[in-house]
Structures are given as structure tokens and as C-alpha cells.
């Protein structure tokens, strides 16, 4: 597996890649991925996810994660992304809002390194296709965000 890591400059927190890279590894695992499988990871600032979230979604706000898919079409007129013939998988990129990410973490009284994770797993999840726009599908992409948290919470106090 390859997940490639990116902090943008200016993000205030001690994290550590190799950790961020664990989280995104140990969902990926989990779900059976398999071993030919490339990821992109960024902890970005509030500026460039509200950006992203504007130019792609039509939302111009906040938001605390994207997932910006490689294996699903980008829309009705435009062909889904190639593939590169290397026989990886290439999942495309999740992007997590540092700022939001502690504001939340203190919304709800546990570290930011839980809600990194939260916000990995989410995100990931996301590249494997789940989705949460109907309230059946929410609950089980919830569900197993849950049970994906509950197997890497060791060190995320």
C-alpha cells in the first residue's frame, strides 16, 4: 500500500506522517483493499478545503473532509478518470480541514488526534464507495465507522 501524505504549510499541530499513514492503512486493510492499492492523504488548511469545497461541490463554506475519488466518473459528460495499466489501485485523495478538525475534536470533548482519525476513516470510506446521502446508506456507513474507530483506538488519547 502507498498512501502519500501532504501537510499543508501553516497547519498548526505536531502530526507526525508515518501515524496519519497508519490510520489510512489500518481502514484500508480492514475493508481488504489488498496490498496494490495508492492513496493521496492532505491535512489542509480552512482556506484551501473551503476552496475545494466550493469549486467542486457548489458549497461555499467549510467543511472538515473531502474524497476525491480516481474510480468513479466525475460526471455525466466527462469519462471516468484512466487508470494507469500498473495493476494498482489508485483510490484518488482525501482531504482534511485541520482547523475544522479541532474545533470538532473539542465539540466533542476528545483529543484531535481521534478526530483525525474519525476523518480519515470517513474519507477513506468514502473512496471505497460508501456514501451516506440516504439515511439507510448513512446508517451503515456510520456503523462502520464505528467499528473501524473502535479497532485503531488505542493510541488516540
Known sequence: MEISVLIDEGVEGNLEPSWLQSIARQVLAAQGAGAEVEMGLVIATEERVKQLNRDYRG????????????????????????????????????????????????????????????????????????EHDKPKLERQMRAREAELLSHIEGGLN
Open 59 to 130: 458549497r461555499d463554506e467549510p467543511t472538515d473532509v473531502l474524497a476525491f475519488s480516481a474510480r468513479e466518473e466525475v460526471g455525466a459528460d466527462l469519462p471516468p478518470f484512466v487508470q494507469p495499466p500498473d495493476g494498482v489501485l489508485h483510490l484518488g485523495e482525501v482531504i482534511i480541514s485541520y482547523p475544522q478538525a479541532a474545533i470538532q475534536a473539542e465539540e466533542h470533548q476528545h483529543s484531535a488526534k481521534k478526530e483525525l482519525a474519525i476523518l480519515i476513516i470517513h474519507g477513506v470510506l468514502h473512496l471505497l464507495g460508501y
